[in-house]
Every structure is written in structure tokens, then in C-alpha cells.
């Protein structure tokens, strides 16, 4: 019935569809004729309609009439029949009526926090820079879609392999594509066709994939689910595609604070700072002597911690290179523990796994897709190790008999049955600072132990709602510590354990082997209170340049580390590019190309970085490009860059009117700018900012950056 009235929809009552049931476990008789019944029809939008109302009320409502609407999900209420519905109603009812005054607050707070967001990926919010979500699919045009590079369209079908095992198309772009697009390689996008007449998505099928590679012509899609019938790519010349959302997201958050409300009144209180961790007296068990003296006695203060233990590591510390090593080292050769570490990027867990191979070899298992995994972890890769096992049986011995694993949060989530084979003592967590609560506090409950390493200076989740719609409780916010569901749960029980002088459970590191002075020296005052140095035995981070100058522009990217470039505004202000900075950092990045040659050294994926705040400004950039070294420098935005490093690091930020300061910035509670923060901090040796000096100057910090970079290159101005 409800697939009769999609036919209604999409064909506008054109056609008449004849429905049939198949009960495909019966002998004979198997295909029924199903007539239409309007008045279930109509009763089924009835019920569709509640649904939406009752989504409305966590998204627009008080917290009193969210928590009446909880309590009404009680199993004496469900009426009679509704066997399943009062079977979930009673697990629920259970753990929710248990809940304190506090633990309820925190519970309804994120409740209506994620399903905002939730409806938000959906709708989009108003406004001519806003973010139009799912929505964007049916509401906008193909002009305005290609104005705002939300679209690949008039793309052609060069090889089908959409029936096959590994389901994919290779698809490319043709004379009335666009050049110009915000996709990269990794996103999940819906592939239709091109109609003439109807040419709106909602009149065809829709395609869910996902895009493998990309190049200036063509591109991969592997599909979401394998397409037998060709006639529909038969039928049509053109295809489009646009940016997806993925609802398991939200769902794991959902299920998430679930599990949060039915873990132990115990594990709930610690979480919410409310009760201090156990306390241990810390001793020296492991030694390291290629350690530093800070970095082994925070490596044993882990081990010994009891329930939890937070290390702040800001950039460049050696938290994943050195720290993560140093405890897999201990755990791995010391004990016989099972250990499970997470997470937040697939390049932070491609780093993961190349820390600790040098202690546990290729010992380990690690969860997720090849096509996010680089090719030397792919023999690891549980969906490889389970092609190449005979049986289940011996699978399943292969996932016992392994101590390590490894993987994005994501990823574990949807393979979070592992949990039921193997007995974890210990998750260990990078980027935590990159997670909403809702993703942790529940899974963390699994666990005797957990560490968690983050740095909450730098970028947080993405999140779309603005802070002023969430009012947070004041007792809830006193006692817990939580002032915005937006940070992570790593900075709120960081700042819980500074405050209560919980010193057993966290320590921070404050040596970092990554920018050079002239660098840090900016950064250090600026966004980590001074409080983080240059690790001495590191020479070449107070030295001169270490390349050889050929002209005099040369001489001057090579001596001079931070340097501002003034450039005028762009001018399509509807837009967020400015094409003069393109062009500009275009030639700047052929010049470092012509330095890495004249000094007789390759462009490798960690030689040149280019990072922009917006997309838009991405295809600008990358349209400029005429080098086939381009192929392997990283155009990209602030937050897909947190966790990476350059040695030379070029910043477009393309700000054309006030209005865009705010965009490129994200401020923290305490005023740090972590967006700048992070794209300063990626530099291991120079820093170059293209940007208009008088619309910028107008936000202190950068007036201070603008104001440093003339001060450091006197001679320059000169």
C-alpha cells in the first residue's frame, strides 16, 4: 500500500499500479493480489504525520514537554497487540526511571541536541551561505547547485560494472560538465540520470555510492548495492551526482545514549565528573630510553591509571608517533591484554597502525573498507583476513587469537558484534576531542578502562545548530561541567578533573618535535597559554633554512617562515572564493615546486599543503593548477587537514566581507580560534596566508597574526 502511493507520487497518478505480496515460503499460491485500500493508505500518512510531530517536539520543544513525552513511553500505556512496541517500551521505561535528576537532564539535553542535528542534515537552515542539507537534492535547481560546485552533472557512463561482486562505474566528465566541483575522493554521494523533460532526482532512481578515485576527467563510484538490470543505464546518456548523508550516524549516537542510561549508576557518575576516578600512586613499569623524561612518566601514569586517564597532546607532541607506540610496547609485550584503539579519521588510524607495527608487527586486526585504508594496511583488514579463512570456525579463531585491534569509531560501531568474541581491557581513543559525547558514552561503558588522547585546542565535530539553541541546566552545568554539546567529552572531563585537582587522571605534553621556532613562537603564546616548547634535541627546528636559493622570490619563501600576503577582496561577494588568491598561490606553489628541484629533492605527500575554509574556494584553487605535481599536494579545508603535516603550508582564507570572518573561525569557550590554530599548527617549516589584511584586521587575533608576520620579516617590508 504504501508502495502504490511512491507510484502515485512519482507519476503523478498517470499510472495505475496492480500490487502483489509474494509469501515466497508457501508451496503454491505465492503471489497474491494486495488491492488498494485507501482508507489504510490514508491511516498509514496519519501515522506518518504523528511521527513527524512527535520528531518536531525533540527538535523545537521546552525540556518539560520532552520529558512528559518520555514518560509516556511506558509499557502500561502501549495498548493491547502491540506486543513488540511494549517489549522496547519496557526496556527503556526500566533504565529511564532509574535515572537521576542530573543523569536525566544530561540524557534529555543530548536527546534533543542530536535530533536537531538530525533534522538539520535533512532540511539545511536557511540563508544564503547556510548549509541546505539533504533537502538541497529536490529544492534547488542544476544552475544553482553548479553555481555553488554542489553538483558533478552531464557526466557519462565509460564502463558498467554495476552487477558485479564489487559493484562500480567509471564514469566521465564531458563538455558541458562542470569543471569546477566540491567532491573529493571518500564521499558518499547519490549518482541519477538526466532527463530532458522531468530533471529533478525525485522523477528517477537514485543510486547511493561512493566516490573511489577522482581526476580531472573521470571519476569511480563503488555502489552501495549491487544494479543487475541495465536497461536503467541503457536508457539515459547523462548522470549527475550530489553530495548523501548517511542516518547511521545519528543512529549510533541515538543507540549510543541508550546504552549510556542502561550502564551501572557507577559507570554514569564517573562520566559525569560527578565522582572522582580511583586514585593510585603511579610507578615507574615501563622505561624507555628513547622516551623523554616528561613522556615516560605520562606513559606510566596510563598504565597505572584504574578507570580512565586523559592526555592533552597538543601538535607535533608525539601522542600517536610516540605515546600510542610506547603503550602498545607495555600492553602488547608486558601483559596479556586485549586492546581495541579507535579512532575518529581513517588517516589518524592509518598513523595508528603505523606507530604500532613496529612493536606488534602485522599482529593485529583492523576494521573497515579498503578504499579508506592505504594499501599497506589491507592485509590486516578483517574483510580480507575473512576472505582468505576456510571456515567460520577458523575465523572465528583468527578474531579470538587477536589482541590488537584497530579502527575508525564509525567503523567499529557497525562491527561492534566483535565486542560479543573478544574480551577488550583496554580502548585507547585518538582525536577524542574530535567526538560528540553521544558516540562514546555509550561505548566507553563496555570497557573496565579507557584513555583517551585529544587536544581540545584544536577543531571539535562538526555541528550545524547554532550554540543558542541548546539551554543548558545551570545545576546540570555546575556540577557536570557541560556548557556546550558541541564540545567533546574529552574537553568537558579534562577542564571536570583540572577543576576537582584530579591529577592522577590526566597530564598533558608540552614538547613538541614539529614547527620551527618561528612558527611556534606565534602559536605558543597564542593558543596554548606559552606552555608549549621546542624539544631541544631537535636541532633543526631553531635552525636557518635548509635549502639553497636560486633568485630572489626564492630566497625570500625560504628565509622568511610566516609570511602575509595582502590581497584585494574577492569580487563575487554571493560567493566564497576569491580567484586572485587562486592565482596568486597557484604561482607561489610552482615556485616551491622550482625550490624542491633546484635543491634536488622530490615532491612527496608531505612536502606542500594547501588549506582554504571553504569548498568553493577548493575548485577555484584546484582549476589554477597547471603542474602534474599537483596530483599529490593536498588542496583541502582546515577540519579534513586536523591530524596532518606539511612542510610548507599555503592558507587562502578568501574572505570578501565582514560577514565571512565568523565562518572561518571557531571559537572555544576559553577564546581560542582552533580553526586558525589548526591550520598554523600543520607547518613544519613555512607558512604562507593570502588574505585581504583590512577585512581581517577587523578579528584581533588575526590583526596579532598579520602584525607578527610583518615584525618577523622586517627585512622583507624593507
Known sequence: LLYDLLMESVHRAKVKSRNYILYSSLAEGRLRFAPRLRKKQLRALYLRNEIIFIENILVLSPVDTVRKMLNFISPEKIPAGFNFVKRDAEVFYAAYKLLSGLEEKYYILF?????????????????????????????????????????????????????????????????????????????????????????????????????????????????RARQKNNELFDNYSYWHIEPDILDSSFNKQFHGLFKFIRSTPDYRRKILCLEAPQNYQASEVYINSELTEEQNRIVNKAIASQDYYLLWGPPGTGKTSVVIKALMDYYYNSTRKNVLLL????????????????????????????????????????????????????????????????????????????????????????????????????????????????????????????????????????????CNPANSLFERMYSQCIKNQWEWAFDGLSLQGRMHRDILDFVSPNFYDSHLFVLSKLKHLESAAQYDAFDELSEILIKNRMIFVDVPPGTDMKKKTNEGEAILLSLLVEKWIDIYAYNKRSIEEESIGIITPFRSQIAIIMDKFNSQNFEIITVDTVERYQGGARNQIIISLAVSQAEMLESISNVSEAGIDRKLNVALTRARENVVIFGNKSLLSKKAIYRELIAYCFELNRELIK
Open 343 to 482: 579512532a575518529y579519521t581513517n588517516r589518524a588510524v592509518d598513523e595508528i597502525c603505523s606507530s604500532i607495527e613496529e612493536v606488534v608487527g602485522k599482529n593485529y586486526i583492523r576494521i573497515g573498507s579498503r578504499y579508506s585504508t592505504k594499501a599497506e594496511y589491507h592485509e590486516v583488514l578483517l574483510r580480507n583476513i575473512s576472505e582468505i579463512c576456510d571456515s567460520r570456525q577458523s575465523l572465528k579463531d583468527k578474531i579470538v587469537g587477536s589482541r590488537v585491534y584497530v579502527s575508525t569509531l564509525s567503523s567499529f560501531h557497525g562491527k561492534s558484534e566483535i565486542m560479543d568474541l573478544v574480551d577488550f581491557d583496554l580502548v585507547i581513543i585518538d582525536e577524542a576531542s574530535q567526538i560528540l559525547e553521544p558516540m562514546l558514552v555509550g561505548l566507553l561503558s563496555s570497557f573496565s578502562k579507557f584513555i583517551l588522547i585529544g587536544d581540545h585546542k584544536q577543531l571539535p565535530a562538526v555541528v550545524v545548530q547554532d550554540s543558542g539553541q541548546t539551554e543548558i541546566d545551570e545545576e546540570l552545568k555546575q556540577a557536570t561541567g557541560l
Open 111 to 223: 536527546l534533543q541536541f542530536l535530533s536537531r542535528e538530525y533534522h538539520l542534515s535533512k532540511t539545511g537552515l536557511h540563508g544564503t551561505n547556510a548549509p541546505k542539507g539533504l533537502a538541497a537534492l529536490w529544492l534547488e535547481d542544476l544552475d544553482s547547485k553548479a553555481e555553488n560546485f554542489n553538483i558533478l552533472s552531464f557526466l557519462k557512463i565509460k564502463e558498467n560494472r554495476a552487477g558485479d561482486r564489487e559493484p562500480q562505474i567509471e564514469m566521465i566528465l564531458t563538455e558541458r560538465s562542470p569543471r569546477l566541483s566540491r567532491f573529493r575522493k571518500g564521499d558518499i554521494v547519490v549518482l541519477y540520470p538526466h532527463d530532458n523533460h522531468l530533471s529533478g532526482p525525485l522523477q528517477h532512481q537514485i543510486i547511493k555510492c561512493t566516490i573511489t578515485e577522482l581526476a580531472e576527467d573521470r571519476l569511480t563510484l563503488r555502489l
